[in-house]
């Protein structure tokens, strides 16, 4: 057990709707880490929070936005959602920004 | 960060040492090398890190050569449960400073009987 939260384990929603991830980092760590995993593009990183702020983003779209909250909670908002977005979504939490970084179980998402 | 280059795939006898190479000949003198593992579908899991010297941890050891460009990931007894895709990965630590892992496709291992 890594100690980052996620929920829910499984998501399955319609074309065109919208759904928030949730994650709860480990104890202390003060950043969060999103990453998409898809069958044809492997694990790829989406964006960075550190204590409440938008510190790094990667190929994340634009109809995808994330916050992290005052209790260092984080959720990613996934809107307008299309066939592709079905996938799973990793978030990782690490001490500060250059440490290790822990991952939680997942959510996968299935868009139907 | 630095491109790594992994084979495919790997098969390794149970409780034989498992060793998995990565090549990063393009890698620079404030990059890390990490290796997390992945199995089935769970959670990347945190392996080992080091820059320059040998590291050791109760799950591997982290061998990286004098010149840096390459490194290999030994797991001393493998076991059916460390059947996963390894993954190796170059970055910059710099405390402070935003720092994403690239992942790349990996290694599949397959720890057989």
């Known amino acids: 057990d890594s100690g980052v939260t996620q929920t829910p384990k499984h998501l399955i929603t319609a074309t065109g709707q919208r759904v928030t991830l949730r994650c709860s980092p480990r104890?202390?760590?003060?950043?969060v880490y999103w990453y998409q995993q898809s069958l044809d593009q492997g694990l790829q990183f989406l964006i960075q929070y550190y204590n409440g702020e938008e510190r790094a983003k990667g190929n994340i779209l634009e109809r995808f936005s994330a916050q992290q909250f005052p209790d260092l909670h984080s959720e990613l908002n996934l809107s307008s959602l299309e066939l592709g977005d079905s996938a799973l979504y990793f978030c990782a939490s690490s001490v500060g920004q250059g440490n290790i970084q822990y991952f939680g179980a997942g959510t996968r998402l299935s868009v139907l | 960060d630095a491109k790594t280059t992994q084979p495919p795939s790997m098969d390794c006898a149970e409780g034989r040492a498992a060793n998995l190479p990565c090549n990063h000949s393009?890698?620079?003198?404030?990059?890390?090398v990490y290796w997390y593992r992945q199995i089935h579908s769970q959670g990347p899991q945190y392996i080992i890190h080091?820059?320059?010297n040998n590291e050791t941890n109760e799950m591997a050891s982290l061998i990286i050569t004098e010149d840096r460009k390459s490194s290999t990931l030994i797991l001393p007894h493998a076991t059916l449960r460390d059947t996963a895709v390894y993954y190796c990965?170059?970055?910059?630590?710099?405390?402070?400073?935003?720092?994403?892992?690239?992942f790349g496709t990996g290694t599949r291992l397959q720890v057989t009987l």
């Open positions: 104890s202390g760590d003060l950043s």
């Open positions: 990965i170059v970055r910059v630590v710099l405390t402070g400073t935003a720092s994403k892992l690239t």
């Open positions: 080091g820059l320059k």
């Open positions: 393009t890698i620079s003198g404030n990059e890390y």
